[in-house]
């Protein structure tokens, strides 16, 4: 059966080309969130190659084996130990910006395994600066270095007594990683040039091979963890605490200071003081914030609030903004209702706790969610009154990764991976009420 309803000439066409300009906005909108995702995935190579590549290689697992048959230095406490912090660290050190996942290094000794030593790319990320800090190959440097790598386990080192056979993997290495078939031009004949020319190494290549390993792939985000969280005294958990406790106490006082005295504006003033005091609260909204970073900063330190979170919080307290918000949204709503409370003797608390606040949810999470954006990447303030680390934001400790030479750009956009899924999470759980705030802000009625 056939529908009666009219249909306007066009409105198809202009429904399709909506879609498909919001579909093309929405991926537009993507690709900066897409190209830092893939640039935190990358290798220290890869991330700055020409043309771009969206795509990260994939972590390569490097086993090198080492035969030791007739070398009598082995007797010699920690000489294999020392001889597996050398080629994995040397070898890597040099090799620093190719797709290594995972060093694995293994000792033989008259057909049989001696030792082995595994060392995964984000342990060497964050041992690098302490380890090798330069490319200064020597037996007497890694000496005064093996002690650091044992205390932080960058390596996991075990050491066989009176050697084991091989297992299936490790004699496949030696079937098809052997040095003498090697093609040349590739990365495994350029690691098997650098050991077989050094001076360093007291044992001779037998094999080596690389191996494709996904699990490395995030390994840029282990080496945030190692070097900035549970292993340090200060870090990752405790700027993203801070920023967590910053950011709610911030919220807390919009919604409460600015929707009490909005409802004030709205319904408890004339409408000429309404108007007149909501524009000097919009009219703040004009000064940058450089204009008053001094004076508030001095007054910070009058109150003795730096280097504590209520220093980077109580400037926060008050935002012109929220003030224009809450009031164009408690305009709207039907003034015989609040009318008819009164007559029922409620006080103006009641009113604004048990009828206000319950009809207002939209315009709260709106606010919320502004504050929230607002406050969570807030980095000047936090940055000027916060000068003791265990008070830093995420924001700020960010910036100190960004001055951090050891930390290559694909740490640092690992980290603004992780600063940015909060806000991902809050917007897009809250999305509708946001329109619905908005939206309800702006009516005239």
């Given at each position: 059966m056939k529908s009666n309803r009219i249909r306007e000439k066009g409105a198809v066409s202009l429904k399709v080309t909506a879609y498909i300009i919001t579909i093309v906005f929405i991926a537009v909108s993507?690709?900066?969130?897409?190209?830092?995702?893939?640039?935190?995935?990358?290798?220290?190579?890869?991330?700055?190659?020409?043309?771009?590549?969206?795509?990260?290689?994939?972590?390569?697992?490097v086993s090198i084996m080492i035969d030791y048959s007739g070398n009598t230095a082995g007797d010699d406490k920690s000489f294999y130990e020392l001889e597996a912090a050398k080629a994995t660290w040397f070898t890597w050190r040099k090799f620093q910006n190719e797709a290594i996942g995972e060093m694995h290094i293994i000792g033989t000794k008259d057909g049989k395994k001696i030792f082995e030593a595994t060392t995964p790319s984000y342990l060497f990320t964050a041992g690098k600066p302490k380890v090798v800090p330069a490319q200064v190959f020597t037996d007497e440097m890694m000496k005064l270095k093996l002690q650091t790598i044992r205390d932080s386990r960058y390596t996991k080192y075990t050491e066989y007594a009176g050697g084991v056979s091989l297992d299936k993997a490790e004699e496949q290495i030696v079937r098809e990683g052997s040095v003498s078939e090697l093609s040349t031009g590739n990365?495994?004949?350029?690691?098997?040039?650098?050991l077989k020319e050094s001076t360093f190494m007291k044992g001779s290549l037998q094999a080596i091979k690389q191996t494709d390993n996904w699990a490395r792939l995030f390994d840029n985000y282990r080496v945030i963890w190692k070097t900035r969280g549970g292993d340090s005294g200060?870090?990752?958990?405790?700027?993203?605490?801070?920023?967590?406790?910053?950011?709610?106490?911030?919220?807390?006082?919009?919604?409460?200071i600015g929707g009490m005295a909005s409802y004030a504006l709205s319904r408890l003033v004339s409408k000429k003081w309404g108007i007149v005091l909501t524009m000097f609260f919009v009219a703040t909204i004009m000064i940058p914030e450089i204009a008053v970073l001094v004076p508030l900063y001095l007054t910070i330190v009058k109150l003795g609030l730096v280097d504590t979170l209520w220093g980077i919080i109580l400037p926060h307290s008050a935002w012109g903004i929220i003030i224009f918000l809450f009031k164009g949204f408690f305009d709207q709503l039907p003034g015989e209702l609040l009318q008819a409370a009164?007559?029922?003797g409620s006080s103006e608390y009641r009113i604004y706790f048990t009828m206000i606040i319950p009809l207002s949810l939209p315009i709260f999470t709106t606010v919320s969610v502004m504050s929230f954006m607002g406050t969570w990447n807030e980095f000047l303030w936090p940055l000027v009154v916060a000068r003791k680390e265990e008070v830093w934001t995420l924001t700020v400790a960010l910036n100190d990764f960004t001055n951090n030479q050891a930390m290559g750009p694909q740490i640092v956009?690992?980290?603004?991976?992780?600063?940015?899924?909060?806000?991902?999470?809050?917007?897009?759980?809250?999305?509708?009420?946001?329109?619905r705030g908005v939206a309800w802000t702006g009516v005239k009625g």
């Open positions: 993507l690709i900066p969130l897409a190209w830092m995702l893939s640039s935190s995935l990358k290798d220290g190579k890869s991330i700055y190659s020409l043309p771009p590549k969206w795509i990260p290689s994939i972590p390569q697992t990365q495994m004949t350029q690691i098997a040039g650098f200060v870090g990752l958990l405790t700027y993203i605490g801070n920023s967590l406790f910053v950011t709610t106490a911030t919220i807390l006082l919009h919604i409460m009164r007559i029922d956009m690992s980290t603004l991976m992780i600063a940015t899924i909060p806000l991902l999470i809050v917007f897009a759980s809250c999305q509708k009420l946001i329109e």
